[in-house]
T-cell receptor, first 110, second 112 residues
Framework: EDQVTQSPEALRLQEGESSSLNCSYT??????LFWYRQDPGKGPEFLFT???AGEEKEKERLKATLTKKESFLHITAPKPEDSATYLC???????????FGTGTRLLVSP | KAGVTQTPRYLIKTRGQQVTLSCSPI?????VSWYQQTPGQGLQFLFE???????NKGNFPGRFSGRQFSNSRSEMNVSTLELGDSALYLC???????????FGPGTRLLVL
């Protein structure tokens, strides 16, 4: 069965303090790994899709990387507006459904 | 392009009632998936529709059902509501030839 584990569960950073979020996964055949950002009471907002080990994608202060067993979301010089829950999900080659991790709650203090 | 829209945004029901939630995908997207999000279980897959056909189904009881119309709009129905059905119900749409799912704002259902 496909599984996604995210760590840490919660992370508190000072503004400008860079860090990384981890997403470990097991999947029968990886079709894609997805990162989303979710603000309280809202739907997940798409950030990145990664398809194969070694792939990297960047957007503003965020950079996502992928290996055969895990993905990292690196946050460089975060700002308070980066505070949110970051969700990781995988899709296997067979089905359209996404299997989500439980997320990392990030709080960036000014 | 307009995003995924879901109606209603908030709903309060009592145990035993039934509810219907609606989702309009992004224009041109033919696949619609539904998820349930709760604090304890996170995001759980309910089902996926493509061209009016259910392609995949998650591990939810038969009280949860859905359908898709020819214009790709989708509805999900929950019958005989239970307290544990209180959750944020999210709809996501996907272009037919891509992997990424784009989520709507969700419908917050509270069962009393």
């Amino acid at each position: 069965e496909d599984q996604v584990t995210q760590s840490p569960e919660a992370l508190r950073l000072q503004e400008g303090e860079s860090s990384s979020l981890n997403c470990s996964y097991t999947v029968s055949g990886l079709r894609g790994l997805f990162w989303y950002r979710q603000d309280p009471g809202k739907g997940p907002e798409f950030l990145f899709t990664l398809y194969s080990a070694g792939e990297e994608k960047e957007k503003e202060r965020l950079k996502a990387t992928l290996t055969k067993k895990e993905s990292f979301l690196h946050i460089t010089a975060p700002k308070p507006e980066d505070s949110a829950t970051y969700l990781c999900a995988v899709r296997n080659t067979g089905f359209q459904k996404l299997v989500f991790g439980t997320g990392t709650r990030l709080l960036v203090s000014p | 392009k307009a995003g995924v829209t879901q109606t209603p945004r908030y709903l309060i029901k009592t145990r035993g009632q039934q509810v219907t939630l609606s989702c309009s995908p992004i224009s041109g997207h033919r696949s619609v998936s539904w998820y349930q999000q709760t604090p304890g279980q996170g995001l759980q897959f309910l089902f996926e529709y493509f061209s009016e056909t259910q392609r995949n189904k998650g591990n939810f009881p038969g009280r949860f059902s859905g359908r898709q119309f020819s214009n790709s709009r989708s509805e999900m129905n929950v019958s005989t509501l239970e307290l544990g059905d209180s959750a944020l119900y999210l709809c996501a749409s996907t272009p037919g030839d891509q992997e990424t799912q784009y989520f709507g704002p969700g419908t917050r259902l509270l069962v009393l």
